[in-house]
T-cell receptor, first 108, second 115 residues
């Protein structure tokens, strides 16, 4: 079993839709969690950090469920520019462990 | 705002050659990380430094790979006797753990192609 798992998708949604991604992790000692956005052939860019139960930034909401060991990312009112790969990352101490990434395509 | 920089951005080399990549972290970030990413996968951890000390190395980091951060500022990653399986994007990241921050910020990466 992978340490961090994500559904690779792709998720194809119309503009304006709400979409949610989940990410599960196996190391219960993990203390910090992140969502990164990665455009094709570019580096990952930090989207959100999740330290406690959740975090909200505009149209983006991240939630953490320690009991079930998953984090989620909710995107409201999707824009064409949200099309990208979303990477979940878990910090069990020092390094980041990434999931495979979930691809989102927002259609007009 | 000066982010993480990496050089070169692209490298094409023949199998068996040695290559070296450089990473300059965000100024005053004391931790520096190296990751490798192949198509369709998330980045995989290779190694990281706190100042000049190498604190952890992944099992992925075979004896052909070596990384240094001699003065606690920039870092180099060397791959000796490259193999086709080494073709990947090599990403560097840094974080400011001196201030208790866990966020890692990535550079643009070095794309390696081994022919």
């Amino acid at each position: 079993r992978k340490e961090v798992e994500q559904d690779p998708g792709p998720f194809n949604v119309p503009e304006g839709a709400t979409v949610a991604f989940n990410c599960t992790y196996s190391n219960s000692a993990s203390q910090s969690f992140f969502w990164y956005r990665q455009d094709c052939r570019k580096e990952p860019k930090l989207l959100m950090s999740v330290y406690s139960s959740g975090n909200e930034d505009g149209r983006f909401t991240a939630q953490l469920n320690r009991a079930s060991q998953y984090i989620s990312l909710l995107i409201r009112d999707s824009k064409l520019s949200d099309s990208a790969t979303y990477l979940c990352a878990v910090n069990p101490g020092g390094k980041l462990i990434f999931g495979q990434g979930t691809t989102l395509q927002v259609k007009p | 705002d000066t982010g993480v920089s990496q050089d070169p951005r692209h490298k094409i080399t023949k199998r068996g050659q040695n290559v070296t990549f450089r990473c300059d972290p965000i100024s005053e970030h004391n931790r520096l990380y190296w990751y490798r990413q192949t198509l369709g996968q998330g980045p995989e951890f290779l190694t990281y430094f706190q100042n000049e000390a190498q604190l952890e190395k992944s099992r992925l980091l075979s004896d052909r790979f070596s990384a240094e951060r001699p003065k606690g500022s920039f870092s180099t990653l060397e791959i000796q006797r490259t193999e086709q399986g080494d073709s990947a994007m090599y990403l560097c990241a840094s974080s400011d753990r001196d201030r208790g921050l866990y966020e890692q910020y990535f550079g643009p990466g070095t794309r390696l192609t081994v022919t």
